[in-house]
């Protein structure tokens, strides 16, 4: 029985934001693809003329220049300038999108950089920790701040008082959604405590962390 194979052509896409870039790598970014362009078969239509693109990108490296004495209106005119290329950055970054026919090879003679398409899988989380415990402005109370984790999505904090001969009591535990400080109150004035934290992430919990001993006022 015959079977139907169908490959699924994953869309090239350019990179084409330029938010937080600095001046000097917007202009890196544009010569780039300006040399990519020039005289390339596979783009022999860009909406912006090559000429005008070097002029503009010329234009702007002078004004970067010029706007390093930290002048007004220097720095008002590179900006306006930057804008201009990014601009036409962009006109020529669809352009070759849409050119390129999704082939990678074609795409990569462009001198755009294509947006990568692979997914990064979830990194299991570091041991949960705190960044503080300190008493609060009332007796009875604590401040406690967890150490903020890349990719946390809660923090649990338990804590325990220790009781006649070692023995920890019962467990309280809170889930915290950010790692803001936060204040317990409610505990036994002059009471030695168990602190602990776990982090829950996209695979799950970490261990609790190991116990932080607080003594409350």
């Known amino acids: 029985m015959a079977q139907t194979i169908n490959n699924v052509i994953k869309k090239i896409k350019a990179i084409l934001g330029f938010h937080g870039v600095s001046d000097s790598d917007v202009l890196k970014a544009g010569n780039t693809a300006y040399d990519g362009l020039l005289n390339n078969s596979a783009y022999p239509n860009p909406p912006v003329p090559l000429p005008v693109f070097r002029q503009a990108l010329d234009s702007f490296s ?3 220049v010029d ?7 220097s720095i008002t005119a590179k900006d306006k ?10 006109q020529l970054g669809q352009y070759v999108e849409a050119a ?12 755009f950089t294509a947006k990568s398409t692979t997914r990064t899988a979830p990194q299991p ?11 609060g402005p009332n007796s009875g ?3 406690v701040k967890v150490e903020r984790q890349t990719g946390a999505l809660a923090y649990d904090v338990h804590y325990a008082l220790d009781g006649a001969g070692g023995v920890l009591g019962p ?6 959604t950010n790692s803001k400080k936060v204040i317990i109150s409610g505990l036994t004035p002059a009471g030695t405590y168990q602190f602990q934290v776990r982090a829950l992430g996209k695979l799950g919990y970490t261990d609790w962390s190991p116990s932080m001993t607080f003594i409350a006022a």
């Open 125 to 135: 989380l570091a041991p949960a920790k705190f960044s503080s415990i300190d008493r």
């Open 62 to 64: 002078a004004l970067i």
């Open 141 to 143: 109370q604590a401040v």
């Open 171 to 176: 467990w309280t535990t809170m889930t915290l």
């Open 67 to 73: 706007a390093e004495d930290g002048g007004k209106k």
């Open 81 to 90: 300038q930057r804008v201009a290329v990014i601009k036409m950055y962009v």
């Open 100 to 111: 390129c026919t999704d082939d990678p090879a074609t795409f990569a003679t462009s001198g």
